[in-house]
């Protein structure tokens, strides 16, 4: 789904973290430790990323849905246009 998002130049907000992200065994722990703290706190890790990634979709349908609307290809949004669009159709 992020990448056919961002094939049309859609970016959704990300959270801003205090870490780089540069190497894939340390992106595995770290994704590891924040699943045991979501279990820890009584979440279901994998549900909430489904959740999200279902949101995420149905966003991405509002924006593809307002753009045939207006009559224009996604890829043809300047980056603040696609900004925008993705604000108007939270």
Known sequence: MLERAARVKIEPPRLDL???????????????DIVAVAREAGFDAEAAL????????AHVGRVEARSSK???ALESYA???MRR???ETA
Request: hydrophobic share 40%; proline share 6%; aromatic share 12%.
């Open 18 to 32: 205090p870490l780089d992200i540069d190497d894939e065994e340390f992106l595995g722990e770290l994704l590891f």
């Open 50 to 57: 489904r959740e999200a990634n279902e949101r995420f979709a």
């Open 70 to 72: 207006d009559g224009r």
């Open 79 to 81: 980056p603040d246009e």
């Open 85 to 87: 669009l993705w604000e």
